[in-house]
């Protein structure tokens, strides 16, 4: 069940609203509130998980290909918006609060905005543009540059 | 770098549209009325 939300964000942008508001609203009319809890509960912890995982500068690794770039962004944001449509729904953000991995999912969630080692190693090392600022490992070097 | 911003600004107008739901929501009830969860209170007790 969980896969086929995914399904759902990888369709088109013209049926994937409509699609998610009939699920979501038989989800609400059938499911018994322990029952939707469970699965919100299963739902929101791998969506977070998997938005926690998304790389930020996957720009970098497809720079002379936009369209790989674009729908990857695509997809990305898909993936946050389902959460934002969900949340939307008293029921579901009533389940969420109440689910024993609410604190994990915002760690996950809030952690989308911190780049990975990798990203942070091809940021400060890109072509000859090079950065210093505190926060970023190996930059120590060029802090007198700047 | 530029096309970089406006990726990360996406996410992030995204992500800061959820923080507002939990921030700003109005009190939720359980089936029967009595539970009330207020979704803020939550989101600060996380923080």
Request: proline share 5%; hydrophobic share 40%.
């Amino acid at each position: 069940m969980v896969q086929f939300f995914f399904e759902i964000v990888n369709m088109p942008p013209a049926y994937k609203e409509r699609i998610l508001d009939l699920v979501l609203n038989s989800m609400e009319a059938h499911f018994a509130p322990e029952d939707l809890s469970r699965f919100v509960g299963a739902l929101l912890s791998a969506t977070c998980r998997k938005i926690g995982r998304l790389p930020v500068l996957v720009i970098n690794e497809f720079k002379n290909q936009k369209r790989t770039y674009e729908s990857k962004r695509d997809y990305a944001l898909g993936i946050i918006r389902v959460v934002e449509v969900l949340i939307d729904r008293n029921a579901i953000l009533y389940a969420w609060l109440r689910s024993t991995s609410f604190s994990t999912d915002m760690d996950w969630l809030y952690s989308l905005c911190m780049p990975s080692r990798d990203e942070i190693d091809s940021l400060v090392s890109q072509g000859t543009k090079k950065f210093y600022h505190p926060a970023l490992p190996g930059s120590e070097t060029l802090r007198f540059t700047y | 770098m530029e096309l970089l911003g406006s990726c990360v600004d996406q996410q992030q107008q995204a992500l800061s549209k959820i923080t507002d739901t939990l921030l700003n929501g109005r009190p939720l009830y359980s089936e029967d009325g009595t539970d009330p969860l207020v979704p803020r209170k939550h989101f600060l007790r996380y923080l």
